[in-house]
């Protein structure tokens, strides 16, 4: 069974350019969710999708941050503009429904360096 | 808010060992509790998912146990080897703020020393 795939896996921007980053989730998950890793601490949850519509964005950054998941499979999540605050892991992973009793299967996350 | 802390921040031991990672959490209205394992440079692996009707589950020389009316979890690893270097994760699950999504310690840093 292939895992979570994110890309690109290593990314370097200037600070008030825009980045996007892609994630395919395991077949058949209904649930998906972007985590922020910022370096020495443990993964924030930025959003979760269930199929294509959002369950929370509570802690997503709006004023520069964006995610979307058309047609309820591959999401994208996009910074515009980066700040250097923003350099972290951003973490995709999905789960077949909702996460209650299910495992939480992660990608290998996208490094981001903002200079 | 749901908040977790795990202790230690850092540990390392000679191989062959056998060592506890603890964790605590705020909130004991969790649905479950998930330990990771996360490599440099990696993503999460799941290692243990205990249900919160569960005391334990164990996979191998790992086993992990929940109280979750005192909101603590440890992480027992039997017979540590130099593979097991990594970092340990502890993650609850609860439905706090909208999101059915974990709550992520700090995590600890394990070294084993050949």
């Known amino acids: 069974e292939a895992g979570v795939a994110q890309s690109p896996r290593y990314k370097i921007i200037e600070k008030r350019q825009s980045v996007a980053f892609w994630c395919n989730p395991i077949?058949?998950?209904?649930?998906l969710y972007w985590y922020q890793q910022i370096l020495g601490q443990g993964p924030k949850l930025l959003i979760q999708f269930q199929n294509n519509g959002v369950v929370d964005d509570s802690q997503l950054p709006k004023d520069r941050f964006s995610a979307e998941r058309l047609k309820g499979v591959d999401s994208t999540l996009k910074i515009q503009p980066a700040k250097l605050e923003d350099s972290a892991v951003y973490l995709c992973?999905?789960?077949?429904?909702?996460?209650?009793?299910?495992?939480?299967?992660f990608g290998e996350g996208s490094w981001l360096t903002v200079v | 808010k749901q908040e977790v802390t795990q202790i230690p921040a850092a540990l390392s031991v000679p191989e062959g060992e056998n060592l506890v990672l603890n964790c605590s959490f705020t909130d004991s209205a969790i649905y479950n509790l998930q330990w990771f394992r996360q490599d440099p440079g990696k993503g999460l692996t799941s290692l243990l998912l205990?249900?919160?009707?569960?005391r334990e589950q164990t996979s191998g020389r790992l086993n992990a146990s929940l109280d979750k009316s005192s909101g603590r979890s440890t992480l027992y690893i039997a017979a540590s080897q130099p593979g097991d270097s990594a970092t340990y994760l502890c993650?609850?699950?609860?439905?706090?703020?909208?999101?059915?999504?974990?709550?992520f310690g700090k995590g600890t840093h394990l070294i084993i020393q050949p």
């Open positions: 205990i249900q919160s009707s569960q």
């Open positions: 992973a999905s789960t077949s429904q909702g996460g209650i009793g299910n495992t939480i299967y």
């Open positions: 993650a609850v699950f609860d439905s706090g703020g909208g999101a059915d999504g974990l709550t």
């Open positions: 077949s058949g998950h209904a649930t």
